[in-house]
């Protein structure tokens, strides 16, 4: 790549750039800046390189000879395929890394040159970053959540642990199960010839063998049970041949015999499995008997403490292990005791540990079959092993506790051993494995109610808890709720170590956390209601340290943690050792902040000051004020702690000779002084006094704190005569005399404070203070400036001081600090003018000095304080009228109009510029403002969201329209206007009045009414209308009818929502008003083209609601010609009918009285519904007959009324029999009558009556003369066809009645003649009409029934329905329709109103004084919280601790002196009992002639038996366990059984099979078989009592040797 001629070398240091994406910051990054500084482009490389290896292969591939071919050039495809998979992707980088370092590992340790390998270590192997899928396990187990560790660890690891170990001990059960039953196998196999069993065992011993240590064998032959003792561990080459091939086939041997024996039981007659485990129980009757033989031997050997050594190196120990496990009660027995008296020495104690005795006696606790003796003792061979110092682990875990617990669980009465035993296993210097096992026994332990064993378990605990790393471990496992149950009723002493135990857990800061949250403190509360002193103490200690730990103090407080402090500090306030802890954790609780309120709230107050006034211990009291200190900075605790008198404890505290002491006081006194609750109770406690003492102190952090409290002290005002009279003015100026600026402040502040009463002012100004001030306000510096400038301005408030002020030239002051820089002084100069300007006699004074130049100056600023302070000042100005035009000129109008719209954005200020210029506005003041943009600032300033502002400038605006310059001008220009209206939506309801009446007098005034309405003036007026005020009422009303009395204006007021609005607003009101809006109802619905916006379901609805509910006699006739418009060319008058335009019509009706207009109003209405189909029978009631008649009677006179009256009736008649039934009545037919008289009413009247008569319902009510004249005369009137023909109709329909008959014919009707000159028409239907009608009359007047009447009864008898019968054809008469153009309009329009614009009066509103202006700078904030300057007393270190330095010093503790004393085994139980009366030889084998009490229990020889009947199914199991054992283990445990097995074979040969047959037998007699003696007896084991000094075991008593026993 000629890098030695395109490298340019220049000295440059390389950036690193890592990236972890790439995997290694070389791999890449390196061989790319190498090829951008060689000039060589990378891709153009990497083609060579394919190139290369194309060729490459295309040789490879031509090549013939395959030995030649099959040479490939690795090293360069490996590098060519790095090369091309090379990228920046994550984990690309680190796949060619790990194959380069795969490359270079091969070359390492292949032919790679020596520079290659790295000898002289001259370059670095760059590190390789782990591979990609280490480094996602790694971020999967970040990211997995923090979990704490599993607590079911443990019991887990303890269950396996437990599980391995019994499966060990059935291993070796289970072998020994094995060597018996192969023992037996051999026996069989000797007699069939297999094997040769010896008998001789003489060669068993050594050839020079002399006896035992204690002279018990004397020689080869003498018969010692085959020397089982000592020599059950030896075993010589025949025996191991013999156990090689009897064991092997146990499995095939047992199984043999169970077949044989299931044969033999079937061929018996079906013995039951019980009996058959008394049989194979016999056989191993002679085994069980040496077996008891040697636990009473080991047993009574154990009883000397000489054998112990021998004892202990000779195996005993396992020996008895292994005898324990038989299932024989008086086996078990003498293990027990055997153990017990093992455990007194603690050489055989620590065989027993270590040969795995303590799991032998937990499985014969766990059986459940042992009697209270074996119990007994048992528990007394435990305890004492728990008292073997260092074996402490071993014996747990060999699970010593649980076989306590399980004794405990079956023997109560043995509580107190089984707590003593947990309680030696505490008592160490250092932990141990599995020392938490302990822990939950005692855990388990302690809900026992025996007060001993309560305090045993307490005092285990507390062993325990002296032990650093295991307290957090006992925390864990619910050493707090034990600690409550073991103190609860328990006696002081197990009270006292159960505080000890808290007082110790709490040493470990780890354990604190953990402790509150398990409720540590609930149990410390349970223990401060006792009264000894020792457990106070521990309980403060506990309280105290816990408080350390911030995050525990919310439930210390919430779990009576403050009770427990409380309990403690009222018994023993005067002891500093309770006391000081006590106050501590009070302390240290009170620094925490966020539980202030809650200390408080759980009643501390009342220890704290127990502490307090008792106490005379300075650690004491320092603490306890620090805490009180504490406290009082949350103002929500002053209540409680005044209550509780402590403001008094704090002034004695005050004249303490402590200087620390005074200082916390002054501190205390500052919090309390800091909520306003308190400082009442301060002041009225005599506290002022107390502060004023502590004030002379010479300590400037006193004095400051001092000032602080008399300062805040000050803002009391019901307080401030009190302080005054216990001289703190005096104080205050001895203070501002003071070195310290900080006290000097707050003097003057509280000078500022005490300013707020004139009193106090004018104190302060007849002190002679103020010319001091005035002259250092000139010439001081500064910050002196600032402070005498806010007590002047403060002053300046009260009215009596200001012309002293004035006197001493405070003005020229003023304008000397105006010329400052500092903005907060020319505040104050604005304040002072502001507040002098109220006095009336300086606004001139102020004027003509130019104050108005000057306030303009001063509001020329970014300061809102300046705004709002220039704008009080010129509107107390602008109050005095002979100033106000130069006050707007000099620049006041101007500034308030820059302050208003552009500079301020405080609403106050606004609003105390429109007052300014509401007073400024005046008839000379006027034509300036106006011209300086008056109306459009003030509808600008109206639109900010202040209501006061709002209302203000509504006032204003109001009063400009007073001027028609101002009205003109209000009108061109359309912002104002939108921002009157605007007002309309103001929150205010006066504003809206307001609104709404300057609207009312635009809308008035001729000149701007168009455009006011155009502008949406309307809606104002409707605001106005519905808004309660019934003056604003009137005068939008006013203003309304006055814009409808123009047409132009109809249709808009129309389309509006303001019918609706006057409708709904004339419901409820009677005067005036109420005639207005009837009045503008009228105009609106006379008109065509506003008509149609009223015609709607909604308005119809509300107008005829009105009409219904309040119809005045006043309007009466409006509303009813408005109704009458209203109906005029309704579309959907069903919906009228609906809104109940009926009861409408009633009420006009009724208030009506004789006004025909009205009359004439309501028949219209009723014509134009009427006419609508569908819509008449609504209508057709007697109500509207009445209506209507009255109508007629009324309105005679007027032709338009009758007509309609007639085709009203005509309506009614034609509709249906229903509406004709209805309208029939005499007054009806009256109006029939009045209705002749018109001629335009004929032919509906003729057609009307047609259709009355033609109803057989209503044909009665009209037949009368006055109807038949009505038709006589029509007829003889010459008229058209169709009325002729309607006529002749009416004469026969009455001519259908016999009464009618006589009159028609008579005189003066003539009706006959009339119908006969008729007949002779040419009209063929007049021809028959007449014809028909002649035959009626001429008919015989006796009939009573009518034509037609008899068909229809019966087709109603036989159909069910009336039979149709011809309808009269009736002419339809022409009706001329109602006019609904051009209608007349109504009288109100030509109304004129009198003068209606009306105007706001002008009040003169004072902009009042400033105030006392700005505070006075706030000096430094001092601290209120003395938590952080006065530290708690030291925590002491955990790593003094040191471990196994116990507080409670306990010692190992025996068992209880009564157990001592029980289950002891005397000589007695070791006396020799005669052949046939032991009782173990009735264990041993049942004997036909003992009683059956005295055998062995059936259930007990089944579970002995049980082992054997079950080895077959685990023994596959239990070889894989033995395995798992050495060889030694092997040897050790077959030879015993086979070694007793071989020396009592013959002996037993014969008394297994007598055994056998007596025990089938004698089962068989219960079952009715007869029982048959045994051939022969088997033999029986004798033990006898020797002399008082040993025991003598054996056949002969000449060979029996002695055991020496030394007690």
């Known amino acids: 790549m000629d890098l030695d001629r395109l490298w340019q070398w220049d000295k440059r240091k390389l950036a690193c750039r890592i990236r972890q994406e790439t995997g290694n910051p070389a791999a890449d990054d390196l061989r790319e800046r190498l090829a951008e500084l060689a000039g060589i482009n990378l891709k153009d490389l990497l083609d060579e390189m394919k190139k290369t290896k194309s060729v490459k292969s295309k040789k490879k591939v031509s090549q013939s000879d395959a030995a030649a071919s099959t040479t490939e050039d690795y090293e360069t495809d490996k590098k060519l395929k790095e ?358 026994a005692l855990i388990q332990l302690s809900s026992t109610s025996t007060a001993n064993v309560k305090h045993i378990c307490a005092a285990a605990i507390c062993n325990l808890a002296d032990l650093k790393s295991v307290r957090l471990r006992l925390v864990e496992e619910g050493v707090i709720s034990v600690l409550g149950t073991l103190s609860k009723g328990s006696e002081t002493r197990t009270r006292r170590v159960c505080a000890v135990i808290l007082q110790n857990l709490s040493a470990s800061k780890s354990c604190r956390v953990e402790m509150v949250s398990r409720s540590s403190v609930q149990a410390a509360h349970s223990l401060s209601s006792d009264p000894d002193p020792i457990i106070l103490r521990c309980i403060g200690l506990t309280i105290s340290r816990l408080s350390t730990e911030p995050s525990n103090s919310s439930r210390i407080i919430h779990e009576l943690g403050i009770a427990a402090l409380c309990n403690i500090a009222v018994k023993y306030p005067t002891v500093p050792g309770i006391s000081q802890p006590v106050a501590t954790a009070f302390q240290l609780l009170s620094s925490n902040h966020s539980v202030r309120v809650s200390i408080v709230q759980e009643g501390s107050v009342a220890a704290i000051a127990s502490l307090l006034r008792f106490s005379s211990d300075i650690f004491t009291l320092q603490h306890c004020l620090l805490a009180l200190c504490n406290l009082l900075s949350e103002p929500d605790n002053h209540l409680s702690i005044v209550q509780q008198g402590l403001i008094i404890t704090l002034i004695s505290l005050s004249v303490h000779e402590n200087v620390t002491l005074k200082d916390f006081c002054a501190l205390a006194f500052l919090n309390l002084s800091c909520a306003e609750d308190s400082r009442k109770h301060a002041v009225n406690a005599g506290a002022v006094v107390a502060i004023i003492n502590l004030a002379g102190q010479k300590s400037t952090v006193t004095k400051a704190r001092c000032a602080a409290a008399l300062c805040n002290l000050s803002a009391l005002s019901v307080g401030m005569d009190r302080m005054v009279s216990d001289g703190v003015i005096p104080a205050l100026v001895n203070l501002v005399r003071a070195v310290d600026l900080e006290t000097v402040r707050y003097a003057c502040a509280a000078l500022c404070r005490l300013c707020s009463t004139r009193e106090n002012g004018n104190l302060i100004l007849e002190s002679g203070a103020v010319p001091n001030l005035v002259q250092r306000a000139i010439k001081g510096d500064a910050i002196t400036q600032q402070f005498c400038g806010a007590v002047l301005s403060s002053l300046s408030l009260y009215e009596s001081c200001r012309v002293t002020l004035c006197e001493l030239d405070m003005i020229s002051a003023l304008k000397n600090l105006s010329e400052l820089s500092d903005q907060v002084t020319k505040q104050r100069c604005l304040v002072a003018f502001a507040n002098l300007s109220c006095e009336e006699s300086i606004q001139l004074k102020m004027v003509d000095q130019g104050v108005v130049a000057i306030i303009s100056n001063l509001a020329d600023s970014y300061q809102e304080s300046n705004f709002i302070c220039c704008a009080k000042a010129l509107c107390n100005l602008a109050c005095a009228s002979e100033a106000r035009l130069r006050v707007a000129t000099e620049g006041g109008m101007h500034a308030l109009m820059m302050i208003s719209m552009v500079r301020s954005v405080d609403q106050q200020t606004k609003l105390l510029c429109i007052i300014a210029l509401s007073n400024l506005l005046d008839g000379n003041t006027i034509d300036y403002m106006l011209d300086e943009g008056l109306v459009g600032s003030v509808a600008q300033i109206s639109k900010m969201p202040d209501t006061r502002t709002i209302h203000l400038c509504g006032t204003l605006l109001n009063r400009l329209s007073f001027y028609p310059a101002a009205r003109i001008k209000m009108a061109e220009k359309g912002m104002v206007l939108h921002a009157l209206f605007a007002m309309i939506d103001a929150e205010r309801n006066d504003t809206r009045i307001m609104a709404a009446r300057t609207t009312s007098n635009l809308i008035l005034c001729m000149q701007v009414r168009k455009r006011t309405i155009a502008a949406g003036g309307l809606r104002a007026l409707e605001a106005g209308i519905v808004s309660g005020d019934p003056d604003a009422s009137l005068h939008c009303l006013k203003a309304l009818f006055s814009a409808a009395a123009e047409t132009s204006f109809l249709t808009v007021i129309a389309s509006s929502s303001l019918p609706m609005a006057l409708s709904e607003f004339a419901a409820g009101c009677t005067d005036e008003k109420h005639d207005l809006a009837a009045k503008i109802l009228s105009l609106l619905a006379w008109n065509i083209e506003s008509r149609g916006y009223l015609q709607t379901k909604e308005f119809a609805e509300v107008f005829i609601a009105l009409i219904i509910k309040n119809l005045l006699k006043s309007s009466c006739k409006w509303m009813a010609l408005t109704l009458r418009y209203l109906t005029l060319g309704y579309k959907r008058p069903k919906e009228l009918l609906d809104a109940g335009i009926v009861d409408a019509l009633k009420a006009l009706f009724k208030i009506a009285e004789n006004s025909s207009t009205i009359y004439a109003n309501i028949v219209e209405v009723i014509r134009c519904i009427s006419e609508t189909k569908g819509c008449e029978v609504s209508l057709a009631t007697p109500n509207t007959i009445v209506m209507i008649g009255k109508a007629a009677e009324i309105c005679k006179e007027d032709p338009k009324t009758m007509y309609h009256i007639s085709v009203i009736l005509y309506s009614f008649s034609s509709c249906s029999n229903e509406t004709r039934m209805e309208t029939s009545s005499p007054e009806t037919e009256r109006i029939f009558v009045l209705l002749n008289n018109y001629k335009e009413c004929i032919e509906l009247v003729t057609a009307s009556i047609c259709q009355y008569l033609s109803d057989a319902k209503t044909r009665s009510i009209y037949a009368s003369k006055e109807v038949a004249s009505i038709v006589i005369g029509v007829i003889s009137s010459n008229p058209s066809v169709d009325l002729l023909s309607n ?124 105030g006392k202006g700005p505070d006075s700078p706030e000096p430094p904030s001092m601290s209120v919280d003395g938590s952080s300057q006065y530290p708690s007393m030291m925590e002491e270190q955990d790593s003094g601790e040191s471990e196994g330095k116990t507080k409670m010093a306990f010692a190992k503790m025996q068992t209880p002196q009564s157990l001592r004393e029980s289950y002891l085994l005397t000589d007695s139980d070791f006396e020799t009992i005669r052949e046939g009366e032991d009782s173990s030889v009735a264990e041993v084998g049942p004997d036909p002639e003992v009683g059956e009490e005295e055998s062995f229990d059936k259930d007990e020889i089944h579970h002995a038996t049980s082992r054997s009947s079950n080895l077959k199914e685990n023994d596959e199991d239990s070889e894989d366990d033995s395995r798992l054992g050495s060889r030694d283990d092997e040897e050790d445990m077959v030879p015993l059984i086979i070694g007793e097995l071989k020396e009592n074979l013959n002996k037993n040969k014969n008394l297994k099979a007598g055994n056998k047959i007596s025990k089938i037998k004698k089962v068989k007699s219960k079952g009715g078989i007869a029982p048959e003696s045994p051939t022969k007896e088997a033999p029986k084991v004798r033990i006898t009592k020797g002399s008082q000094d040993g025991m003598v075991i054996g056949d002969k008593a000449a060979n029996l040797g002695y055991m020496h026993k030394k007690t």
């Open 83 to 440: 090369v091309l998979h090379r990228s920046h992707i994550f984990g690309a980088t680190q796949q060619a890394l790990d194959k380069i370092d795969v490359f270079d590992t091969s070359k390492s340790h292949g032919t790679a040159v020596a520079a290659s390998r790295n000898f002289k270590k001259q370059f670095t192997s760059l590190p390789k970053s782990p591979p990609r899928r280490v480094l996602i396990q790694l971020q999967i187990e970040r990211s997995k959540p923090f979990s704490l560790p599993d607590q079911d660890d443990n019991k887990a690891a303890t269950a396996r642990l437990e599980r391995k170990l019994a499966k060990q001990r059935a291993a070796r059960k289970a072998g020994v199960d094995r060597s018996q039953s192969g023992t037996e196998t051999g026996k069989k196999a000797s007699r069939s010839g297999s094997v040769v069993v010896r008998t001789d065992h003489s060669d068993l011993l050594p050839s020079k063998w002399a006896g035992d240590l204690f002279n018990t064998m004397t020689s080869v032959n003498d018969n010692y049970l085959g020397g089982m003792i000592y020599l059950s561990r030896m075993a010589d080459s025949e025996t191991k041949t013999f156990q090689k091939y009897v064991i092997k086939d146990v499995k095939e041997k047992i199984e043999a015999e169970k077949i044989e024996a299931i044969e033999e039981n079937k061929r018996l007659g079906g013995v039951g499995s019980a009996e058959l485990d008394l049989v194979n129980g016999a056989n191993n009757a002679a085994d069980m008997g040496a077996k008891l033989y040697c636990a009473t031997a080991l047993c009574n050997w154990a009883r000397n403490p000489a054998n112990a050594n021998r004892l202990a190196t000779e195996g005993a120990v396992r020996a008895i292990s292994h005898l324990a496990l038989e299932p024989i009660p008086r086996i078990c027995f003498f293990c027990a005791g055997a153990f017990r008296f093992m455990s007194d020495s603690l050489t055989l104690a620590s065989a027993m540990i270590d040969d795995g005795a303590i799991s032998v006696m937990s499985d014969i606790i766990k059986a459940g079959t042992a009697d209270d003796s074996i119990i007994g003792n048992l528990t007394i061979a435990l305890v004492n092993l728990t008292r073997v110092n260092g074996k402490e682990g071993q014996v747990v875990e060999a699970m010593i506790h649980q076989a306590l617990m399980n004794i405990l669980a079956s023997h109560p009465d043995l509580g107190s051993a089984c707590a003593r035993g947990l309680y030696n296993l505490t008592c160490v210097d250092t932990t141990y494995p599995l020392i938490e096992k302990v822990i939950r």
């Open 1287 to 1410: 006529a002749i109709s009416c004469i026969f329909a009455l001519s259908k009645r016999a009464v009618c008959r006589e009159f028609l014919v008579e005189a003066p009707l003539n009706a006959d003649m009339h119908l006969l000159k008729l007949s002779q028409s040419e009209d063929p239907k007049i021809k028959a009409n007449c014809a028909r009608t002649l035959k009626n009359m001429t008919s015989d007047s006796t009939e009573a029934l009518e034509e037609g009447a008899v068909a229809n009864l019966i087709a109603m008898s036989l159909e069910g329905k009336e039979k149709t019968v011809f309808q009269e054809e009736i002419s339809v008469p022409g009706c001329i329709p109602p006019t609904l153009k051009d209608v007349t309009p109504p009288e109100c329009m030509l109304d004129t109103l009198t003068e209606a614009l009306w105007y706001e009066t002008k009040v003169v509103i004072a902009g009042g004084a400033a």
